[in-house]
């Protein structure tokens, strides 16, 4: 029977009806070790005690009021947001995209505001990933995104990945700003070298535009900082974030200095659901989980065990994986054999990873992940990349 749903995702096979931990369950009971977290949106695994627990007890008090009123969980995630990063301000979205479209919103306004109407382009990077409504696909350029959905020129440009010269050469004084992601998710997992993140913000500061990072995916402790940018040290003007700050609930944000934020002043945007009280509820405990002392430097010591194992088995296995890349758990594995066919050996031990570009695979377990299911996971894949180097 052909599906009621659009054909826009394929036509998945596999079905799981519950999830704890690391594991899925399909029907029929068999368990799957999940490395995909929903792309890199289970945080914690699934169904983590605490986020059930803000959850059930946040539906019997109020599911949603509208931002016509004040919420007092969505405030105090606000807060906390910006007491552990560059922030002074933040706007809650339910998703990536509407996180990344505010933060494009926001550049032109902080321009406008200041008499500098004519800045309305963004630039941003080769093989970046920013979302799917109409600017990030426009801003993203990837061919099969864009193919019959542009017209005309919507205001973004782009420059190859780590070349400052393209960069300072592309801003002229129609440019609002820059985005980027300081670990490229969707285009194959990449660090953005803290090298070339420095010269963007100063050439940012210099020329008087401004810098956004999109870290949707790189967040919420998946490189072992809170967001990856911490690692470099280098702050943007702007941040979007999805994904993990929800661990399963839907949930975004757009974080800003207050100079950016400033002109966003009542009627300027909205959302309805936007800090709805059920997702900011859920958001709270995930960063009530996150934030506890030793949680990612422990989360990090299983990042580092997975890493081991990984290397050991490009070394025995040149011929099926050559390269891991990224930080912490926000793993690339780039395969020699097909991606695709390497996704699917695993799935066939039950193991789930996720497909990236430049013919890699992403491994995104939950950051409480165990020993134990690192372990497996590693075993698997070592399995995995016998049968594969035999068979080629
Ligand atoms: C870096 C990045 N930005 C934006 C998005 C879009 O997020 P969403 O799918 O929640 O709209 C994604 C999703 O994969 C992403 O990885």
């Known amino acids: 029977m052909?599906?009621?749903?659009?054909?826009?995702?394929?036509?998945?096979?596999?079905?799981?009806?519950?999830?704890?931990?690391?594991?899925?369950?399909?029907?029929?009971?068999?368990?799957?070790?999940?490395?995909?977290?929903?792309?890199?949106?289970?945080?914690?695994?699934?169904?983590h005690p605490e986020l059930v627990q803000a959850l059930q007890e946040q539906s019997t008090r109020i599911w949603h009021s509208s931002n016509l009123?004040?919420?007092?969980q969505t405030e105090k995630l606000a807060r906390r947001l910006v007491d552990h990063?560059?922030?002074?301000?933040?706007?809650?979205?339910?998703?990536?995209?509407?996180?990344?479209?505010?933060?494009?919103?926001?550049?032109?306004?902080?321009?406008?505001?200041?008499?500098?109407?004519?800045?309305?382009?963004?630039?941003?990077?080769?093989?970046?990933?920013?979302?799917?409504?109409?600017?990030?696909?426009?801003a993203c350029r990837n061919p099969v995104h864009i193919e019959g959905f542009l017209t005309g020129d919507p205001g973004f440009d782009q420059v190859p990945f780590g070349d400052i010269e393209a960069l300072r050469a592309a801003i002229?004084?129609?440019?609002?700003?820059?985005?980027?992601?300081?670990?490229?998710?969707?285009?194959?997992?990449?660090l953005t070298p803290f090298d070339y993140l420095r010269q963007v913000r100063e050439l940012c500061d210099e020329l008087g535009i401004l810098l956004m990072y999109d870290e949707v995916q790189s967040g919420m402790g998946r490189s072992g900082y809170l967001y990856a940018y911490m690692a470099s040290g280098i702050a943007p003007d702007?941040?979007?974030?999805?994904?993990?700050?929800?661990?399963?609930?839907?949930?975004?944000?757009?974080?800003?200095?207050?100079?950016?934020?400033?002109?966003?002043?009542?009627?300027?945007?909205?959302?309805?659901?936007?800090?709805?009280?059920?997702?900011t509820a859920v958001g709270n405990a995930?960063?009530?989980v996150l934030l506890a002392p030793g949680f990612l430097d422990d989360a990090m010591r299983g990042a580092a065990r997975l890493r081991a194992g990984l290397a050991d088995l490009i070394t025995r296995y040149p011929g099926v994986i050559s390269e891991q890349t990224g930080l912490g758990y926000m793993i690339g594995l780039k395969c020699v054999i097909s991606n695709g066919d390497f996704i699917h050996a695993?799935?066939?031990?039950?193991?789930?990873?996720?497909?990236?570009?430049?013919?890699?695979?992403?491994?995104?377990?939950?950051?409480?992940?165990?020993?134990?299911?690192?372990?497996?996971?590693?075993?698997?894949?070592?399995?995995?990349?016998?049968?594969?180097?035999?068979?080629?």
């Not at 054909?7 to 070790?33: A, H, K, Q, V």
């Not at 002229?172 to 990449?190: D, H, K, N, Y």
């Not at 702007?238 to 200095?257: D, M, R, V």
């Open 2 to 47: 052909i599906s009621a749903l659009m054909s826009n995702y394929g036509n998945p096979d596999l079905e799981f009806e519950r999830g704890e931990g690391t594991w899925l369950y399909t029907p029929g009971g068999e368990r799957y070790l999940d490395f995909t977290t929903g792309i890199a949106v289970n945080c914690l695994g699934h169904c």
């Open 69 to 72: 009123f004040r919420i007092p």
């Open 85 to 138: 990063t560059f922030a002074d301000r933040v706007f809650f979205s339910n998703s990536g995209t509407e996180a990344v479209e505010a933060g494009f919103k926001m550049m032109r306004r902080y321009h406008y505001s200041r008499g500098d109407a004519q800045r309305v382009r963004i630039i941003s990077l080769t093989s970046s990933f920013h979302g799917r409504t109409l600017a990030p696909i426009a």
């Open 172 to 190: 002229t004084p129609a440019t609002a700003g820059v985005i980027l992601e300081p670990i490229q998710g969707e285009g194959g997992i990449r």
């Open 238 to 279: 702007l941040l979007a974030s999805a994904k993990g700050l929800g661990g399963g609930f839907p949930i975004g944000a757009c974080l800003s200095t207050e100079r950016v934020a400033a002109p966003m002043v009542a009627g300027t945007h909205g959302s309805t659901f936007g800090g709805n009280p059920l997702a």
């Open 286 to 288: 995930v960063l009530d």
């Open 346 to 392: 695993l799935m066939d031990e039950r193991v789930l990873v996720v497909k990236a570009g430049g013919n890699s695979v992403r491994l995104l377990p939950p950051l409480n992940v165990s020993v134990a299911e690192i372990d497996i996971a590693l075993g698997t894949l070592q399995r995995v990349c016998e049968r594969l180097a035999t068979a080629g």
